[in-house]
């Protein structure tokens, strides 16, 4: 069975299909393997397949293959393409903003989303996000998190409000804030690296 059309825009076919695309279109310069797609998104790599096989035949990605991997990248030269990432940076925005400016911050350990723009993207109906809440978990600067929320604030043209807490805290959930935030929508952002302990892009969205 098909998934529904994501609550951020109803106008794709799945969540998973906007999250492809505005990986790919929001980063035209960049080209992902299959594999890198399903590993991010947390989706089989037989579904990612399909997603990627209907974009390329509508012209919106260009695939190549490299040895036994697939790559694919956006597609500059489809007329739709421009249109649709200023859509795609107006909903999906958020994931690759947050993602950019909060990357290798001294002290951070991962970034989440919570609150409203979380709830659209995990599909709770609601009226459109108009701010955005993240977690910085771990001992960054105070001075490096709202620098880095008043550059992706300018970006994305909406409210970023930052919230800091250690490891600690996010780990012993003893904070009243953080248990309002497990037990709510949260989309993970940038976590650790399992092997290496270092931070990796990924989303990861929990339904609390």
């Given at each position: 069975m098909r998934s529904a059309a994501p609550?951020?825009?109803?106008?794709?076919?799945?969540?998973l299909q906007a999250d492809i695309l505005a990986a790919l279109l929001l980063n035209p310069e960049r080209e992902y393997s299959l594999?890198?797609?399903?590993h991010r998104f947390g989706a089989p790599l037989s579904t990612v397949h399909g997603e990627v096989k209907r974009l390329t035949e509508a012209g919106l990605l260009?695939?190549?293959?490299?040895?036994r991997s697939a790559m694919v990248q956006a597609n500059p030269g489809n007329r739709l393409v421009e249109p649709?990432?200023?859509l795609l940076f107006l909903s999906w925005g958020p994931l690759q903003v947050i993602a950019n400016e909060f990357a290798e911050m001294n002290g951070a350990e991962r970034v989440l989303i919570f609150g409203s723009w979380a709830a659209r993207y995990l599909q709770?109906?609601?009226?459109?996000?108009?701010?955005?809440d993240v977690l910085v978990v771990g001992r960054p600067t105070r001075e490096s998190v709202y620098d880095a929320a008043d550059r992706a604030q300018q970006r994305?043209?909406?409210?970023?409000?930052?919230?800091?807490?250690?490891?600690?805290?996010w780990r012993d959930a003893t904070d009243p804030l953080i248990?309002?935030?497990?037990?709510?929508?949260?989309?993970?952002?940038?976590?650790?690296?399992d092997a290496t302990g270092e931070q990796t892009r990924a989303v990861r969205a929990i339904d609390g």
């Amino acid at each position: 069975m098909r998934s529904a059309a994501p609550a951020l825009v109803p106008v794709f076919r799945s969540r998973l299909q906007a999250d492809i695309l505005a990986a790919l279109l929001l980063n035209p310069e960049r080209e992902y393997s299959l594999t890198d797609l399903a590993h991010r998104f947390g989706a089989p790599l037989s579904t990612v397949h399909g997603e990627v096989k209907r974009l390329t035949e509508a012209g919106l990605l260009r695939r190549r293959s490299i040895g036994r991997s697939a790559m694919v990248q956006a597609n500059p030269g489809n007329r739709l393409v421009e249109p649709l990432t200023q859509l795609l940076f107006l909903s999906w925005g958020p994931l690759q903003v947050i993602a950019n400016e909060f990357a290798e911050m001294n002290g951070a350990e991962r970034v989440l989303i919570f609150g409203s723009w979380a709830a659209r993207y995990l599909q709770r109906p609601g009226p459109p996000p108009h701010d955005l809440d993240v977690l910085v978990v771990g001992r960054p600067t105070r001075e490096s998190v709202y620098d880095a929320a008043d550059r992706a604030q300018q970006r994305l043209a909406m409210p970023v409000n930052p919230v800091i807490r250690s490891a600690e805290a996010w780990r012993d959930a003893t904070d009243p804030l953080i248990q309002q935030i497990q037990s709510g929508p949260l989309v993970e952002v940038l976590v650790p690296d399992d092997a290496t302990g270092e931070q990796t892009r990924a989303v990861r969205a929990i339904d609390g």
